[in-house]
């Protein structure tokens, strides 16, 4: 795989080069030339693959030529441990579950791929490597139990104080070892900011081999497409068209399904859904793009007002909104809103959803409702198991749910976190030290 930066000011380079610089020098996002189209013979018998199988023949079609088939299939297995299930919800609306992995969170795919790949090129190169990664939620706990003791891998992990759910901060800062949690005065916004900019430092790049595991990643990007390819497998065989509903804050989700069509998955149409921090579904209704800060909601995972994959999302259409709006469908929806539908969906259907997944809901019914889309399958991806934001689901459905017992066990551990400015400069001398 070749990739090039969206800036295109820079050479293109390897799949190997862009897995650990993560950013290129010119602060674009890196991006792949050719996105190979599978056969039909795929689609024609996906129904009877494993997720496992599919996520193979998946990311064999894009990196065959960089890992061998052999121990490309040993780390999809080792990534691919748990289910995905697709969940009939009410009608012709399912849930794709992604909360099964060791996080109860979407980015255990992402992240436990990246450090899987990351380290067999480690161990083949002798070398080690520092993470940077910014979080608003659940990548924080992603990435800490996807390269906790991971060889020749230190992760810090950055964090908005104060912005995190209880449950979702215990699962980063926990863990110890080879993981660490600075715990940012400020916002993801602020977080994110502070790792880019420290990509871009020629100091800390002289002294450290620094890479990233956020969606800013290429190697995030590319298993977060494995489950697109499953989904559909499991509802194939109902025999219509498939809008996906996705709940969006830095849109890495939203991309990984767009590789996923690319690569000729048949998917009708995309609703990219968010909070109050809309600035995407502003930018498809304008045209216009405008960042701003971000503002704090219940579905704080998405509270994002400058998404760093929006260059990737420009990219996928050369900078086409028409073309994008022929795919991607924007919605956007409050706190208000969002805790009425889980109550509502709650009392109808027994359904528990986070308010992250409540957002994907309400952003599907808008879209069916609006294009009378009664024949087709809707389907909207859960990013995160509700107990992970239990204070928000106990009151509003006015039940005690049951806690998994991972985050049971997260949740009687002390919190170790090092409190940090929201300045560049405050990490730049942390790191130094």
């Not at 890992?67 to 009410?90: G, R």
């Not at 190169?125 to 993470?131: A, E, G, H, L, S």
């Not at 997944?357 to 991806?381: C, H, P, Q, W």
């Not at 689901?393 to 929201?422: F, T």
Request: charged share 20%; glycine share 6%; net charge negative.
């Amino acid at each position: 795989m070749r990739l090039y930066s969206t800036k295109k000011t820079v050479p293109e380079v390897s799949f190997k080069e862009a897995l650990f610089k993560g950013l290129p020098s010119d602060n674009g996002l890196y991006m792949p030339l050719e996105i190979p189209k599978l056969p039909q013979s795929f689609f024609d018998s996906i129904e009877q693959k494993s997720f496992a199988e599919i996520a193979f023949e998946v990311s064999n079609a894009l990196l065959g030529d960089d890992i061998p088939a052999a121990d490309l299939k040993k780390i999809i297995d080792d990534v691919i441990s748990f289910d995905a299930p697709v969940v009939k919800v009410q009608d012709n609306m399912y849930v794709l579950e992604l909360f099964h992995g060791p996080s109860l969170a979407f980015k255990d795919f992402g992240a436990r791929f990246m450090s899987r790949v990351m380290s067999y090129y480690l161990a083949k190169d002798k070398q080690d490597i520092n993470i940077l990664v910014a979080t608003s939620g659940d990548t924080g706990g992603a990435v800490a139990q996807g390269f906790y003791n991971m060889p020749g891998i230190h992760v810090t992990i950055l964090y908005p104080s104060g912005k995190v759910s209880d449950l979702q901060e215990k699962q980063l800062t926990t863990l110890g070892g080879n993981i660490t949690a600075l715990e940012v005065q400020g916002t993801f916004d602020d977080c994110q900011r502070m790792v880019k900019e420290a990509f871009l430092d020629e100091e800390l790049n002289a002294k450290f081999n620094l890479s990233s595991a956020n969606s800013i990643n290429i190697s995030r990007l590319i298993p977060q497409s494995f489950y697109y390819f499953y989904a559909y497998a499991q509802v194939k065989k109902l025999g219509k068209d498939v809008v996906f509903s996705v709940p969006s804050g830095n849109f890495g989700n939203l991309c990984g399904g767009l590789i996923a069509k690319r690569m000729g998955l048949p998917v009708a149409h995309f609703v990219a859904t968010t909070n109050a921090n809309n600035v995407i579904p502003d930018y498809l209704a304008s045209g216009v793009f405008n960042p701003r800060p971000s503002v704090r909601t219940i579905s704080n995972a998405m509270d994002v007002g400058n998404p760093s994959n929006y260059q990737r999302l420009v990219a996928f259409y050369n900078e086409d909104v028409k073309a994008i709006r022929a795919d991607i469908t924007g919605k956007y929806f409050t706190d208000e809103q969002t805790e009425d539908i889980i109550k509502k969906v709650y009392d109808t259907t027994g359904y528990i959803l986070d308010p992250h997944t409540a957002v994907a809901y309400l952003g599907l019914r808008a879209y069916m409702y609006e294009n009378s889309a009664k024949d087709v399958t809707g389907i909207f991806l859960s990013t995160a198991h509700p107990a992970k934001f239990i204070e928000v689901v106990n009151d509003v459905i006015g039940k005690n749910i049951e806690i998994p017992e991972s985050l049971q066990a997260a949740g009687k551990l002390k919190k170790v976190s090092i409190p940090l400015g929201n300045q560049f400069k405050d990490l730049k001398e942390y790191l130094l030290k």
